[in-house]
C-alpha cells in the first residue's frame, strides 16, 4: 500500500468510528509503529486528524442540532421503512411515547388510523400529524425549540416523570459503541432519559449514518435499550460490532434481517 493509500484508509476508519488506535492500524496495515505515527503526525498537521494516546480522533466528531427542514428532506424511504417496522411492534391497545424526530413522523403516519392506542409525544409535528387520529393522544408541551419542533423543559419533565407506557421509540442524533446514544443538548438528553425511564421496553429507529458518530450530551448506554431499528444500508462489520451489545434490526422492502 502506496503511504497516500495508507493515509487515505487512516482517514476513512477515522471518519467511520471517530477514532483510530495505532495497535490495531500496525496489524491490519501491516506497516511498523513507527510508520503509522509518522501518518498521524502529518495528517494532524494538516488538520484531518487530532493525536491522542495511541492513536487520533476525527477533528469534528460532534454531530450539532439540525434544523427539522433539513432532516425532512434526507433518507426518507429509508425511514418509511423502519417506521413500517417498528409500528408492526406495537401490540392492540398499547400506550406508547413517540420522541419527536423524522423518522418517529413517519410511525406516526403509518399508526394515525388505529384507533386502540394511547400516543404521548413531545413533537408539535407528530401531535399535528395524529390531529385526526381516532386513539388517545397526549402532547407534552413545554418549551418548544424552535426550528425543531420538540419540546423540552420542565413542563416535559413533569408529565414524563407522571407517566408509564408500554414501549417508546427514541430518535436519536448519533449512535457510537462507546458513548452509546447521544443528543446535541443536555436538556434533550434528559427528557429522553425521562421518556426510557417511563417505558418497560424502549426501541431505537435511526437510519444507518447515525453510527459510529457521537453528539454533545449522552442520553444511556446500548446496553439499556431492547434494540435499534436501522435500514440496510448499515455495514455487516457493523451489524456485528454492534449487534454484541443490543439487538440490530436492518429493514429493506419485505425484508428484516436481525443481527
Known sequence: MLPLERKLEILKRTDKEGKVQIEQLVGELNVSGMTIRRDLAQLE????????????????????????????????????????????LIPEGAQILLDSG????????????RDDLTIVTNDLKIAAELIESPSEIICTGGTLQRGIGSFVGPHAQDLLNQIRVD???????????????????????LIKRLMADAATTTWVVADSQKFNKSSFSQVCSLEKIEGIITDAELTPEDEVRYGEITSIYTVKENEVSHG
Not at 423524522?102 to 388510523?113: D, G, N, P, W
Open 102 to 113: 423524522t423518522t418517529t413522523l413517519e410511525i406516526a403516519k403509518v399508526i394515525k388510523s
Open 167 to 189: 414501549l417508546l421509540f427514541m430518535g436519536t442524533h448519533a449512535i457510537n459503541l462507546e458513548k452509546g446514544l447521544t443528543a446535541p443538548t443536555m436538556e434533550k438528553a
Open 45 to 88: 498537521k494538516e488538520g484531518k486528524v487530532i493525536r491522542t494516546h495511541g492513536g487520533a480522533v476525527a477533528v469534528n466528531p460532534l454531530i450539532p442540532e439540525t434544523p427539522y427542514q433539513n432532516k425532512s428532506m434526507t433518507r426518507v424511504n429509508q425511514k418509511h421503512l423502519i417506521a413500517k417496522y417498528a409500528a408492526s
